[in-house]
Nanobody, 119 residues
């Protein structure tokens, strides 16, 4: 089970840190990803981190502003979001056991946390 939290309302240029805690089993051997879905749009890739060597991947729209990390001891993955923009407004989902940016390949999904960036 995955639980994402840390969303909220923030002004343009602000920061938030999302967390995704895994329970019930360990996800240390899986690639973990963050995705988001804005109203009326499809779910899109944001970032992922490889279990094997910690390699990180980012969507072009967030590269340089967002940072993904994981703490295997805590079974938790984080998404630090800086310089937020109104277009970052979406429900953010964490996911486990997938292939990089491919949303269809992820087997486990959290319930989502809403991020709202005001202009």
């Amino acid at each position: 089970q995955l639980q994402a939290y840390g969303g909220g309302l923030v002004q343009t240029g602000g920061s938030l840190r999302l967390s995704c805690a895994a329970s019930g089993c360990t996800f240390n051997n899986y690639t973990m990803g963050w995705f988001r879905q804005a109203p009326g749009k499809e779910r899109e890739f944001v970032s992922a981190i490889s279990w094997r060597d910690g390699t990180t991947y980012y969507a072009a729209s967030v590269k340089g502003r967002f940072t993904i990390s994981r703490d295997n001891a805590k079974n938790t993955v984080y998404l630090q979001m800086n310089s937020l923009k109104p277009e970052d407004t979406a429900v953010y989902y964490c996911a486990a056991r997938g292939i990089r940016s491919s949303v269809r390949t992820y087997d486990y999904w959290g319930q989502g946390t809403l991020v709202t960036v005001s202009s």
